[in-house]
């Protein structure tokens, strides 16, 4: 049976976690569909029809997509759900938003996080912050899986030729409305996308020698900035910039962790990146145990000696 990947777009272009979605799919020992359900979203559908091993993309069209409302997104996938064994998301905030009310409907079990396929029925996923692995059987039917994109290398967004069905939507639920949003603006990458982050912790002090000390560091590397949750918590740094397990999953090249003593639920948002940089004074910080390169030393000396030195 064909495994369904549920596209994460902007009706524009595809979100790169929706590539990385695919590639557990493909693992999944499957034919790979996508769903574009949108509001004026062809060219996220001819985007989708580009990914390496996508061999059909359906293309929904209904104003009550628009504003990816879970309820609608969640009617959708269900009606269209006959004929596939694998229905995936990406673990993002708007997969995590869809994915249960989708498990509900059909009354099957969901399988979270999942960070690795071993069969078509068997998947791995972190438990207890990242500090044990799970081996997770299904026996149903259909199985509703989260996929953590960390876990999973993006596949190509182009080099495909998959054809393109237009299917009709489902009518509006109902149940809810999109009355507005307040996003905020960045020039920096989108933290969960960006090669390099340069993270801050409680040590930096305040939010203006969080700016002051690690902004130039940011500028220098192109980076995106990130935080602890207890820098967020004592309000250095705005929620959207959180690390860590109640926050955002990451796994960049360059993770450079500075004044971060490296809690677990902070360690579990970040311990994949690809070369992890400490910087902190105390040396029995645990953030130390996972760094790649740690560097002993006070923070607000050494990183605009780094800067300087870039």
Request: aromatic share 4%; glycine share 10%; hydrophobic share 50%.
């Amino acid at each position: 049976m064909a495994a369904l990947v549920i596209a994460e777009h902007d009706n524009a272009s595809i979100k790169g976690a929706t590539l990385n979605t695919v590639t557990a799919a493909l693992q999944c020992g499957a034919e790979v569909h996508v769903l574009v359900a949108g509001h004026h979203a062809g060219a996220a559908a001819a985007a989708a029809a580009q990914i390496a091993g996508v061999t059909k993309v359906l293309h929904i069209e209904s104003a009550g997509f628009a504003q990816g409302l879970a309820e609608n997104l969640a009617a959708q996938v269900v009606a269209i759900s006959a004929g596939y064994g694998h229905l995936l998301f990406p673990a993002t905030a708007a997969g995590k938003n869809v994915a249960p009310r989708v498990a509900a409907l059909l009354d099957v079990g969901q399988i979270s996080d999942a960070t690795k396929v071993v069969s078509a029925d068997t998947f791995e996923r972190p438990i207890y912050a990242g500090n044990a692995i799970a081996t997770v059987q299904s026996i149903d039917s259909i199985k509703v899986i989260t996929v953590r994109t960390t876990g999973f290398d993006a596949a190509a967004a182009t080099g495909g030729s998959a054809a393109v069905e237009v299917l009709p939507a489902v009518a509006d639920s109902g149940h809810s409305s999109f009355l507005g949003s307040e996003i905020a603006r960045n020039d920096r990458p989108e933290l969960t996308a960006a090669k390099i982050i340069v993270s801050g912790g409680r040590a930096m002090g305040s939010s203006e020698k969080f700016n002051e000390v690690l902004t130039p560091l940011a500028d220098k590397l192109g980076a995106a900035m990130g935080a602890s949750r207890a820098a967020v918590d004592a309000g250095y740094a705005p929620n959207d910039w959180q690390v860590g397990q109640t926050g955002k999953i990451v796994a960049p090249t360059l993770y450079v962790a500075c004044g971060i003593s490296g809690a677990i639920q902070h360690l579990a948002g970040m311990k994949d990146s690809k070369v992890i940089v400490a910087i902190n004074k105390d040396a029995e910080a645990p953030i130390f145990s996972v760094a790649d390169y740690g560097l002993e030393a006070d923070l607000f000396a050494a990183v605009p000696e780094l800067v300087a030195a870039l």
